[in-house]
Nanobody, 123 residues
Framework: QVQLVESGGGLVQAGGSLRLSCAASGRTFGSYGMGWFRQAPGKEREFVATISQSGGITNYADSVKGRFTIFRDNAKNTAYLQINSLKPEDTAVYYC????????????????WGQGTQVTVSS
C-alpha cells in the first residue's frame, strides 16, 4: 500500500511558477513509476508527465513540454513537478499517481493516487 500526498498548489499569476510535491509513504518508492495528471473543471483527467523508477526516463504531454519538469528524489520518497511559465489554461487540480514497476500516460495504468492539489492561474 502506498499513500500519496500532494502539496505546493496555489494561486499564481500567468507567467509565474510553482513546484508541486508528491510525498509517498512506504519503503519501496523507488520501485514505482510516477505520474502527474490534471483535471480542469468540466474536463476529463489528462496526462501531464511521467518519470521512471530511477528517474532516468521522463515523458511529457505536448501541452507542457518545455515548461514543466518532473523529477524525483528516491531518498526522500518524493516526486516533484516544477511548473514554469504558467498559463490560465493550466488551471486544474493536479494529481500524482504511482504504478508498480512501470510508467504510463494512461490514468488506468496507475495503482495509487493522491488527493490532488489545486493550481489556479490568473490572467
Amino acid at each position: 500500500q502506498v499513500q500519496l500526498v500532494e502539496s505546493g498548489g496555489g494561486l499564481v499569476q500567468a507567467g509565474g511558477s510553482l513546484r508541486l510535491s508528491c510525498a509517498a509513504s512506504g519503503r519501496t518508492f523507488g520501485s514505482y513509476g510516477m505520474g502527474w495528471f490534471r483535471q480542469a473543471p468540466g474536463k476529463e483527467r489528462e496526462f501531464v508527465a511521467t518519470i521512471s523508477q530511477s528517474g532516468g526516463i521522463t515523458n511529457y504531454a505536448d501541452s507542457v513540454k518545455g515548461r514543466f519538469t518532473i523529477f524525483r528524489d528516491n531518498a526522500k520518497n518524493t516526486a516533484y513537478l516544477q511548473i514554469n511559465s504558467l498559463k490560465p489554461e493550466d488551471t486544474a487540480v493536479y494529481y500524482c499517481a504511482a504504478a508498480y514497476g512501470r510508467t504510463s500516460h494512461l490514468s488506468s495504468g496507475y495503482d495509487y493516487w493522491g488527493q490532488g492539489t489545486q493550481v489556479t492561474v490568473s490572467s
